[in-house]
């Protein structure tokens, strides 16, 4: 049985550890190291890169993990693996090794689509697991003096701060958009205004249903009621979550008519409008809609630049170097990035992740390099096919000529060349990559890699022509369509 499904008739059975034990579920708890890298390497580095990290499988000694891109796999191996290890090997000593395997972004949502019933119990497996996660917690780091103001979220956050500047103003303040679009930041926002003087309770809908099954399960409902009833303002994020779940839903009801009646202040957020909210009552729908509800839309391109201006400079302020982002570069992201403001946000420490690596900042095509999951150009779209036909017309050879076994000069070179990106820019393997080009021998390919790369250090000729082309290939590549 789903968790995520809960009858009254689990709750009542309360929760066995044999319903757990059915599920299968893993020995190591992603979500617990996940926590454990932000703790340990820091916020900026795990939100930049470590985040992208999904759980494949454990094995006896290693653990199989997947990344969207190589450029990522590359970084973290190179930079942070260690200390990935050191944590996995808490909780489990035995592992010694972590592999990591490419799973381009598109392709893994397939898969978390097919295997979606057997994800969703993980996840709430591990959530369920999760108890020493602290709930009302208000983030200090998100307030509104640092929210970003512009055309899309403008009326979220003057209802945000009337808010809380004056209680009851609208009541319930429902707040909805996208991911990663701000409304957590403008939750908490409220809640830490609030709490300086007033009794603020700030939950995800998720953990109000863990608080919620926890209790049962204790018999401690009186508590539980007590504690989210007695609250001056209740902030509760990501509604939509409650979806489906009946009883809670009721207990949900409950303490929401119990708060407007006693004159506390209630702010919700989702990922869509009230009307538009599936398996939830329609009587909360129509109590959500009773107050003021307003929406966050996609940043322009304004708020977008605005984003990226100040986020620099936050950034330039925490640390002693001060970088400077071209403004061809800030162009870019704002140009390209368009989803979200947290994509923006990732983007932004990417770069000064690279420019405090580096020290010195990246020009445009390892920004697009370093960005290449962010942006819309996914590595499937590269093909071997692709980089031929570019590579050919870059060096005016023939692809007859390329793929031929004729080893003049000037053909040796543009194949080497088109090896070389074919390795670096998509995940082919080296005997893939010999078929594609005329069932050449693997070794035949390390050695063109190898070349290429001798090259590049000693010919800046090389460097430049691998950067235009690398560029051409994931950048311009709808041009270059055969
Ligand atoms: P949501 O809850 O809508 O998914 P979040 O509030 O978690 O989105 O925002 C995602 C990230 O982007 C956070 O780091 C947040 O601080 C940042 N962010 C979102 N909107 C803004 C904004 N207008 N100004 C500054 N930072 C923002
Ligand atoms: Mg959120």
Known sequence: ????????????????????????????????????????????????????????????????????????????????????????????????????????????????????????MKENISFIKDSYLQYNRIDPNKRFDNFIK?????????????????????????????????????????????????????????????????????????????NFRNTDVLLIDDIQFMNGKEVMQEEFIHTFNALLDKGSQIIISADRAPNKLSRIQERIKSRFSGGLVVDI??????????????????????????????????????????????EIVGAVNRIISFSRIYN???????????????????????????????????????????LSSRRSRYLVRPRQTAIYLTKILTSKSLPEIGREFSNRDHTTIIHSVKTVEKLKEKDPEMVENINKLKNQILYNNKENEI
Request: glycine fraction near 2%; proline fraction near 2%; include cysteine.
């Open 1 to 120: 049985m789903l968790l995520t499904e809960l009858s009254p008739k689990i709750m009542n059975n309360t929760f066995t550890n044999k319903n757990i034990n059915n599920l299968k579920f893993q020995n190591l708890n992603w979500i617990t190291i996940q926590s454990d890298m932000k703790n340990k390497l820091g916020v900026d580095i795990y939100e930049s890169w470590l985040k992208k990290i999904n759980f494949v499988e454990e094995f006896n000694n290693y653990l199989l993990l997947s990344v969207p891109t190589r450029f990522i796999r590359d970084w973290i191996t190179s930079r942070y693996l260690d200390q990935i290890l050191q944590i996995i090997k808490i909780y489990k000593k035995d592992i010694v090794r972590v592999e990591f395997k490419i799973v381009e972004q598109n392709a893994k949502d397939e898969v978390i689509h097919e295997n979606s019933k057997e994800l969703s």
């Open 150 to 226: 512009g055309t899309s979220n403008k009326l979220a956050h003057e209802a945000s701060l009337k808010v809380s500047e004056n209680l009851s103003n609208y009541n319930p303040l429902y707040i909805y958009g996208g991911v990663g679009l701000g409304k957590t930041h403008l939750l908490n926002a409220i809640g830490f205004e609030l709490k300086k003087n007033h009794k603020v309770m700030f939950i995800s809908a998720e953990r109000f249903m863990y608080q919620f099954v926890k209790s049962i399960k204790t018999n401690d409902m009186v508590r539980f009621k007590e």
């Open 297 to 342: 839309q996609k940043p322009d391109f304004e708020l977008r630049k605005k984003i990226v201006e100040e986020k620099m400079n936050e950034l330039n302020n925490l640390y002693s170097e001060k970088f400077n982002i071209s403004d061809e570069i800030k162009h870019f992201i704002s140009n390209e990035i368009t989803a979200s403001i947290r």
């Open 360 to 402: 010195k900042m990246p020009n445009l095509s390892e920004t697009k390099v370093v960005l290449k999951d962010l942006l819309n150009l996914t590595e499937n779209k590269v093909t071997i096919d692709l980089i031929q036909t570019i590579v050919c017309k870059f060096f005016k050879i023939s692809k007859n000529e390329m």
